[in-house]
């Protein structure tokens, strides 16, 4: 957030003015959270486009739910599809990756990036190039390619808006003190559903137990993620570009009941958290309303019904994802690159069945291990590059995939 316009500057409308958004990644988790807080607030909210992959019955029917004037899927083979069902409504349809771009450059105050993986780089990077407020939920694009995403956000005057519930928490925590008092934050974690789990039954987990989340309701690879620890240690890569912070500044506590999202420390010892419901609807709220807010739905919290608060060091033994991420960002360039796209298809080989789920850290290690040698490592010059080394990346690790799930079974 440092790079960009903040909560600090005025706000560009005011809230009783009708807001156009643009919503990315329409037909997901967060998609449908963000409609559902759309619908509540009628003439607040006007949505300009919205998109998918491949849902193109979905998009349809949600693009005429909330009345948008351009859909567009990724998928060209979803396009006759997408056409046909808004045949009549004067709703546009387009497909391809440029119809995501389009998307995104139509003339919307916010957007919300909320595309899972790096295939969300170029469309929210599009928002943010012309200048748009651009409420990120989208945390793969960042790791992917963040220190030019941010660069290119300042230059176009764009501002970032944190939608992952930790980064939503320390963006308004943050605002309890100056940026330059700030010493370090602690982005929490709820452990995900292997957090009391041996290393020998985290061996034998299934996709099943991966998939239950003991706290939030999500789509299936933050879902996978967050079971590998692997989500947190993006967090912390999208902590570091968000917010400008080095490596040694971000700290990650397990705390299971995901009350406490964030904390912020102050150099005089203060700790500013925000607490609230595992319920996404609450930072998306935040960032539709701000620098205002608006009436949530999630559930309030009943403190005395919780109880008690558990924090714990994250096992990085178990959870050995959350290490390489670490590792990742320190050493720079392309690794942060290179670990996301080799986790991307690692968690995709995992929803499919070729691979365990401790093969997905073992797959991103091997991708890691083998990439500089195809001069992954290096630092991306443009897009254009760092879309290259994700591309390389996932070829590796393809390659490597076979003989990793061949050791893990
Ligand atoms: P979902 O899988 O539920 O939805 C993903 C959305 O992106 C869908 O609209 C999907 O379309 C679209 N999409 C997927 N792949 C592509 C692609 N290759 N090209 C274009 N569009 C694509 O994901 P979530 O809503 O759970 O997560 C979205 C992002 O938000 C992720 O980066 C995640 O890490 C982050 N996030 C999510 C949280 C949550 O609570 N869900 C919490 C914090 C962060 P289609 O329906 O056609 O597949």
Known sequence: MMNVRTAAKPAPVALSDERSVTLLGATGSIGASTVDLIKREPGRFRVEAVSANTSAAALAALARDVGARFAAVADQSAYGELKSALAGTGIEAAAGANALVEAAQRPAQWVIGAITGAAGLRPTLAAAERGAIVAIANKECLVCAGGLFMRRAAAAGATVLPVDSEHNALFQAMSAGRREDVRRVILTASGGPFRTWSAEQIRGATLEQALKHPNWSMGQKVTIDSATLMNKGLEVIEAHHLFALSPDEIDVVVHAQSVIHGLVEFRDGSYIAQLGSPDMRIPIAHCLAWPARIDGPAPRLDLAQIGTLSFEQPDLTRFP?????????????????????????AVAAFLSGALGFVGIAALVEATLAGADARGLLREPSSVDDALAIDHNARLLSRELLPQIAAKDR
């Open 321 to 345: 994802a959350l290490a390489l991420a670490r590792r990742a960002l320190e050493a720079g360039g392309g690794a942060p690159t290179v670990l996301n796209a080799a986790n991307e298809v």
